[in-house]
């Protein structure tokens, strides 16, 4: 599977952007989604996940309230709605495919259980 991610930008503080990952094949609808993120000098984290159906979601703690994940398997995309944007939420933003037929994604932060990675798209937070 490939993953196409787009619509990082220049947000200002308290705005909003919308992430989307558009999938090559239609197996998309399978995987359970999810989106990491990379801070310039730090380590990659986990963001957000949603499950195969789109029934179970995931939300880190440092976006919960912020953050939203969303898919549409009929368009093989999956979106984050980035709200209430603040400059520590600068990162370059990667959506990731887990396992495929779970519905349960709250163990998505376990990078061991990615199989596909897209390949990124900045988002730049201005204070």
């Known amino acids: 599977v490939q993953l196409q991610a787009s619509g990082g930008g220049l947000a200002q503080d308290g705005g909003s952007l919308r992430l989307s990952c558009a999938a090559s094949?239609?197996?998309?609808?399978?995987?359970?989604m999810g989106w990491f993120r990379q801070a310039p000098g730090k380590e990659r984290e986990f963001v957000s996940a949603i499950s195969w159906s789109g029934g179970s979601t995931y939300v880190a703690e440092s976006v919960k309230g912020r953050f939203t994940i969303s898919r549409d398997n009929a368009k093989n995309t999956v979106s984050l709605q980035m709200n209430s944007l603040k400059p520590e939420d600068t990162a370059v933003y990667y959506c990731?495919?887990?396992?495929?037929?779970?519905?349960?994604?709250?163990?998505?932060?376990?990078?061991?259980?990615?199989?596909?990675w897209g390949q990124g798209t900045l988002v730049t937070v201005s204070s």
């Open positions: 094949e239609g197996t998309f609808s399978t995987y359970g």
């Open positions: 990731a495919a887990g396992r495929r037929y779970s519905s349960y994604v709250g163990d998505f932060g376990d990078e061991s259980r990615v199989r596909y």
